[in-house]
């Protein structure tokens, strides 16, 4: 039984530093349970899809300008096989894989938006039945483009966590295969999957980034994007890896809750965020032993610094490009507003002038090609 805690809601942004990171071992596979080829045949798979391209690496030069630092990188997952999120890298590879030691005839998730939109495309192309179960608070434009994709929707009035436990329970009802991101013990292989495919997003911008990184700010989330991020860097740099800064919405944010109580807790409340995708109470157990000692720091971002980083994005000064990011997706540049605006946190991070940063934008704006969320 996991020990419940109620979410702290600063209304400035806080960073709280990880006291488990490892900043001296090598990386342990054993350890981690996810290892250099599992990234690697996901890689190799995901690049012969048909329509594959990588998603693009945008230099902020105007806006690292603006914000103190030396460069700013912006990899954009909006236009990822047009369905406007990195989950299309984790549902149907892990689904993939699936279907290539198991006779599957439906599956099923709990999701607000796309993971439920990239499993739902996956099967279809598949010619496999979807159900996806929703939480609630979601939007009626988020559940149709779910819907669009061929998914049955099943609304579930309950957060995530209590709708994901209903799924658990009617799936073995039926003979769903459950195709989920978030881990939990018996759960593991699919979500480790997922995180393989998460994964090759880091590989693409280490091929393309002109300097090298000295910190990257993630969303978390579940934690498996994060973690995956983590697993590349840690692999290919070991203790030279650059600082990683996980961002979190006040309301849900079971990683930084996670890393101050030395092991995976609950988040009560009913995580309503504009950061919609990272509405989760608990970290998946998959990404738990990644995110304990590969991240550096875990950061809270107030709900009314989100709408502001997504109209930066959109029009942009000084020749930057344009980025059509929703809240989810700008919540790793409204971390980096909120530092420049506080000198004091931003030097207890290294963060300056001479700093290289990496931000991602996980999801587009609702109704466009990037319709997202979690």
């Known amino acids: 039984m996991l020990r419940s805690v109620v979410p702290y809601d600063p209304k400035t942004a806080l960073l709280w530093h990880n006291p488990g990171i490892d900043r001296k071992g090598a990386y342990d596979t054993a350890f981690t349970g996810f290892d250099a080829a599992r990234v690697q045949s996901a890689a190799a798979a995901i690049r012969a899809w048909d329509g594959y391209l990588p998603a693009p690496l945008h230099v902020l030069s105007a806006a690292a300008k603006k914000l103190g630092l030396g460069a700013l990188y912006c990899k954009d997952e909006a236009v990822r096989f047009g369905l406007g999120s990195f989950k299309v890298l984790g549902a149907p590879y892990a689904l993939q894989r699936l279907c290539a030691t198991h006779d599957v005839k439906t599956v ?25 179960y929703v939480p609630r608070g979601v939007s009626a434009a988020r559940v149709q483009a779910i819907a669009d994709q061929g998914a049955r929707i099943v609304q579930i009035d309950a957060p995530y966590d209590d709708a994901l436990i209903v799924l658990r329970r009617e799936a073995e009802q039926e003979g769903w295969h459950i195709v989920s991101d978030f881990g939990y013990p018996g ?50 740099f070991g203790a030279a890896r650059p600082h990683v800064t996980v961002v979190e919405p006040a309301r849900a944010a079971s990683l930084l809750e996670a890393a101050r109580a030395g092991q995976p807790v609950r988040i009560i409340g009913d995580l309503q965020t504009a950061m919609s995708g990272l509405a989760f109470g608990v970290v998946s157990a998959q990404a738990w032993p990644l995110l ?26 000084g020749g930057d490009p344009a980025i059509a990011a929703g809240e989810t997706g700008a919540a790793g540049f409204a971390a980096l507003q909120q530092l420049a605006a506080r000198p004091d ?12 940063v990496l931000i991602v934008i996980t999801e587009g704006v609702m109704g466009s090609a990037g319709t997202a969320a979690k």
């Open 108 to 132: 099923a998730c709990v999701s607000d938006g796309s993971h439920g939109r990239a499993l739902a495309w996956a099967a279809r192309r598949l010619g496999i039945g979807c159900v996806v």
């Open 187 to 236: 759960y593991e292989g699919v979500p480790q999957d997922c995180m393989a495919g998460y994964a090759l997003m880091m590989d693409e911008v280490l091929q393309t980034v002109q300097t090298p990184l000295t910190h990257v700010f993630i969303q978390g989330g579940c934690g498996g994007l994060a973690a995956a991020m983590i697993a590349v860097l840690w692999m290919r």
């Open 292 to 317: 304990r000692t590969g991240v550096d720091a875990f950061m809270i971002v107030p709900e009314d610094a989100v709408a502001p980083a997504v109209e930066a994005l959109a029009h942009p000064a």
């Open 345 to 356: 946190l931003a030097a207890q991070i290294r963060l300056d002038d001479k700093s290289s």
